[in-house]
């Protein structure tokens, strides 16, 4: 079965910093990796996913996300950051191994100081 | 609209109360999910419908009935819910259920205080 950690409940930069924040994940087959962004009162939105071809996927809002199998990793990062970038962030897995449920992480609060 | 609205955004209903939330998918979907979303925790997929059939059920109580008249609704229906039952239930509809690389679009969920 496939799953997903975010080893970081928070992370702090400030504003105009390089931002990273981490996922790891575990699968049987191949991954399908995405990342989600949950502001305030509000539904998660959709950044950006890995299905195959290039490991470095670009997103919305500036985002970028680095797939590394080896490492079995997808951490999210963003060049300068943004203090409206706060908020809560999710990974999610897919695995196209069966029981092909969507997995998620429990979240990476992210918080941009000005 | 466009998008996936979410109705009522805000419930509160005592422990011997019925009531439903409504879910709309305006993106030409066809599948559906519920989820559970309580703080601290990821997130709990409840239900699947994927071309109105149900396809998941991930051991959710009997308390919680959902119902999927069509590709664009997603009800859920609640009775006798117990205090632990309070949290955001959202709503997300994606192209098909569990597919490959469907991404899923959330609406903006019910906050749920079960008193």
């Known amino acids: 079965a496939q799953s997903v950690a975010q080893p970081e409940d928070q992370v702090n930069v400030a504003e105009g910093n390089p931002l990273t924040v981490k996922c790891t994940y575990s699968v049987s087959g191949n991954p399908y990796l995405f990342w989600y962004v949950q502001y305030p009162n509000r539904g998660l939105q959709f950044l950006l996913k890995?299905?195959?071809?290039?490991?470095l996927v670009k997103g919305s809002y500036g985002f970028e996300a680095e797939f590394n199998k080896s490492q079995t990793s997808f951490h999210l990062k963003k060049p300068s950051a943004l203090v409206s970038d706060s908020a809560l962030y999710f990974c999610?897995?897919?695995?196209?191994?069966?029981?092909?449920?969507?997995?998620f992480g429990a979240g990476t609060r992210l918080t941009v100081k000005p | 609209e466009t998008g996936v609205t979410q109705t009522p955004r805000h419930l509160v209903m005592g422990m011997t109360n019925k009531k439903s939330l409504k879910c709309e998918q305006h993106?030409?979907?066809?599948?559906m999910y519920w989820y559970k979303q309580s703080a601290k925790k990821p997130l709990e997929l409840m239900f699947v419908y994927n071309f109105k059939e149900q396809t998941e059920n991930n051991s959710v109580p009997s308390r919680f009935s959902p119902e999927c008249p069509n590709s664009s609704h997603l009800f859920l229906h609640l009775h006798t819910l117990q205090p632990e039952d309070s949290a955001l239930y959202l709503c997300a509809s994606s192209q098909e259920a569990q597919r490959e690389g469907y991404e899923q679009y959330f609406g903006p969920g019910t906050r749920l205080t079960v008193t």
């Open positions: 890995y299905i195959t071809g290039d490991n």
């Open positions: 999610a897995v897919r695995d196209d191994w069966g029981g092909n449920d969507m997995r």
């Open positions: 993106l030409g979907h066809n599948a």
